[in-house]
């Protein structure tokens, strides 16, 4: 007997809905990319080309659009001999310095045998470099920094744009392409460089669920077999997406997860709405655990007081009332309490994860307002992820039954109870 056999009844093309799969068309933004491609024009017509700026919560589809206008562009400038089109693509997630993006983009363009180092140059020699070997090659070069809100000082963002301008550059033509996922990073820029970065802006706006619906009927015609979802399948999976951020990304994940849990059954060959609500749990977890796992231990602190406090019915809560539990639990884990201040930090951080929500209060007639917090995620979720400072504080009285199930380890059931 075989170990591994095929099961392929009900993925035709599971890889379709994988992050790396470039649909042939994109669905429902034919405003967006018609102003994107009136912006690349001046490249077919041998200008010089604009810079544009794309920016969009994620999930978008700007990075879609832009692989999708640009392997276009490739394919039809090749249709004319005078014009001579070099493509970058950096993500610049990774790429948190101008010095770094330097250094990256002369090593794009230069062959392997002439790579240059990515520590010790001057940044001004590392841009000389940049602007020789653009006027070397010559033609029309167009450099995408997608996610370039990650890029923290905006020299390169002033430099590239304006290379012309600033005559670093006489031969070579060149055009950046900048995609933001955030929107305060426009906002945030400089004057100088947001006009020339921006000199051409397109908006994304987040997914309806109808948009969200199309995207999805026409993944899932590349990646299931005919007749494998059920009706309801694929609308709840755009209601999900549409509610959460309208991010197509998210839908996809959630269509393949509902898939791969049906899969995983024997004897099932259609995807139900029962595997969509188990693959949204899934994916919720697995979100959650990541953005706990990322915090610090302080951030872990204050998250299991405001659990144990909102078991015990006192959320929302201010965070001044937070405070004695959270002393209460740093202690007990042989830590330094922070200062109210920082531990507010905290709070901020996980409403900024949507495990807590936060509620503006007027004070009354002396003006002012505060805030409360109350918890705002499944109590399971959180207790699985919250396992290590479980160990360092202990057991709190108010989530012993909660413990009752499978999370309790044989390590917790040993630890130190305490109200
Ligand atoms: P962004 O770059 O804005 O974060 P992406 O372009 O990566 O978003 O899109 C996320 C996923 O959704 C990708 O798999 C992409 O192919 C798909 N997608 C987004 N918009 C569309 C669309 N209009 N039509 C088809 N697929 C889309
Ligand atoms: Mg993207």
Same mark, same amino acid.
């Given at each position: 007997m075989s170990l591994f056999e095929r099961d392929t009844e009900i993925y035709?093309?599971? &890889?379709?809905?994988?992050?790396d799969y470039q649909p042939a068309q994109l669905v429902g933004r034919d405003e967006e990319i018609q102003m994107y491609q009136a912006a690349l024009q001046p490249v077919i017509n041998g200008e010089q080309p604009n810079n544009v700026f794309l920016y969009g919560k994620t999930g978008v589809g700007k990075t879609a659009a832009t692989r999708y206008l640009l392997s276009h562009l490739e394919e039809d400038a090749s249709e004319y001999d005078d014009i001579d089109l070099r493509l970058t693509f950096l993500n610049c997630d990774g790429l948190t310095s101008s010095y770094q993006i330097a250094t990256r983009l002369v090593n794009e363009l230069r062959d392997e045998t002439n790579q240059i180092s990515t520590?010790?140059? %001057?940044r001004a020699t590392v841009y000389e470099m940049l602007w020789d070997d653009l006027d070397d090659l010559g033609g029309t070069n167009l450099i995408v920094l997608d996610e370039v809100d990650h890029v923290e000082d905006d020299s390169i963002l002033y430099q590239l744009p304006r290379a012309r301008a600033n005559n670093n550059l006489s031969d070579a033509k060149i055009g950046i392409i900048g995609i933001s996922n955030d929107f305060s990073f426009r906002d945030d820029l400089s004057p100088k460089v947001k006009s020339s970065l921006c000199e051409q802006e397109i908006h994304f706006p987040a997914y309806d669920a109808s948009d969200l619906q199309k995207i999805l009927e026409q993944r899932a015609a590349v990646a299931f077999h005919d &007749?494998?979802?059920? &009706?309801a399948v694929i609308p709840l999976c755009a209601a999900y997406g549409a509610k959460d951020a309208g991010d197509a990304r998210q839908s996809i994940d959630l269509l393949m997860k509902a898939g791969d849990l049906a899969r995983e059954e024997a004897e099932t060959t259609t995807v139900a709405e029962t595997h969509v609500e188990a693959g949204r749990h899934d994916l919720e977890r697995g979100r959650i655990e990541e953005g706990i796992s990322g915090l610090t231990q302080h951030g872990h602190l204050v998250l299991y007081s405001l659990l144990t406090l909102h078991l015990q019915d006192e959320? %929302?809560?201010?965070s001044r009332d937070v405070r004695p539990r959270y002393t209460n639990f740093a202690q007990r884990a042989g830590r330094d309490p922070l200062v109210p201040r920082r531990m507010r930090d905290h709070l901020a951080e996980l409403a900024m994860l949507g495990l807590v929500s936060v509620t503006e209060r007027n004070e009354g007639r002396r003006g002012g307002t505060y805030r409360e917090y109350t918890l705002d995620m499944d109590i399971e979720l959180i207790l699985s992820a919250l396992d290590e400072v479980l160990d360092d504080v202990g057991i709190h009285d108010s989530i012993q039954e909660h413990?009752? &199930?499978?999370?309790?380890?044989d390590e917790n059931t040993s630890l130190a109870q305490f109200q």
């Open positions: 035709r093309n599971r &890889d379709a809905l994988r992050e520590t010790g140059y %001057p &007749d494998v979802l059920d &009706d959320t %929302p809560v201010r413990l009752l &199930d499978e999370d309790v380890t």
